[in-house]
């Protein structure tokens, strides 16, 4: 047999695996540093699924297979304390191969840095509702302690009818949780990463909010805010650079603005960029009568006269003045016709 009828049959094999029992594992949908994402069939409840299987990297230790494993397991538990439409729903975790499996609802759909990457940049209203939803979640995400940590467009589905959900929280920071260790490790997408957390500060809800509006810059311009082809480079922009004017943004600049603000003091917090995207979203179309209105009536320019139409207007005013004479004529003749019948009256 050989190699590439090896790993066929490897695939096929892998592809027929029954997980825990009950999840038949199909395609692999996506594959990340830490993970991979399988489609997969619930035969208990006969429905299709995610699974999130952990992939350990090669040559690590077992102190660092324990941390991943722990961080896995918070992600499943961080996303099962949020209750928000926009939030992926956990449904199980199974462990197998000495390592946990989330299972998880498949939304099926494109991220949106698919949407932006293969059909363009978003309409701002189109990228305030997107962002309105992850607004959402993240107030959510909040209230039970969390913090996401990365928000960025290939951590958000745009799901075939139209809903919106912010997944990946492994790298979420939960409030309370004892599993959490300070390592000095700065995780995260360099473009995303708030100010505050760039500068080794402890981060609160704002450094969210910070991502959120990298996000909305990148959904209607198609770049991050902040990319200078380094890490390095790219954080020390966040931290020292100013913005580059969105092109694009129209209705949603100030919002962008606000949420990109450095300090995270003077940052928008959630009422004020629900208020803004609200605003956004809820604006009224233009209607028909001021568009009328901005039409303009531009009035011809006047035409020379040519020489035929001087001599119609000269042949027009003969005409009135000989029908002036002939009317004039008309009224003599009344008066005479009236005199001569007060004459014969009397005569008789």
Known sequence: MSEAERAGASRQDKSARLLAGRYRLGDVLGRGGMGTVWRAEDETLGRTVAVKELRFPGNIDDEEKRRLITRTL?????IARIRNNSAVTVFDVVEED??????????????????????????????????????DVLRSAHREGILHRDVKPSNVLIAEDGRV???????????????????????????????????????GPAADLWSLGGLLYAAVEGTPPYDKGSAIATLTAVMTEPLDEPKNAG????????????????????????????AVIHAPARREAEAADATKVVPLPMQPESAGSR????AGSSGGEAAEKLRGALRSVRKAAVAAGAATSAAA
Do not use: C
Request: proline share 7%; charged share 30%.
């Open 74 to 78: 918070r992600e499943a538990k961080a």
């Open 98 to 135: 000495d390592r946990p499996w989330i299972v998880m609802e498949l939304v099926e759909g494109k991220s949106l840095a698919e949407v932006i990457r293969e059909d363009g940049v978003l309409e701002p209203r189109r990228a305030a509702e997107v962002g309105l939803a992850i607004l």
């Open 165 to 203: 959900v912010l997944t990946d929280f492994g790298i979420a920071q939960v409030e309370g949780d004892p599993s959490i260790t300070s390592t000095g490790m700065l995780v995260g997408a360099p473009s995303y990463i708030s100010p505050e957390r760039a500068r080794g500060h402890k981060p």
């Open 251 to 278: 209705p949603l600049r100030d919002v962008i603005y606000g949420l990109l603000t450095k300090d995270p003091v003077r940052r928008l917090d959630d009422a004020g960029a629900r208020a803004k995207l609200n």
């Open 311 to 314: 001599a119609g207007s000269s």
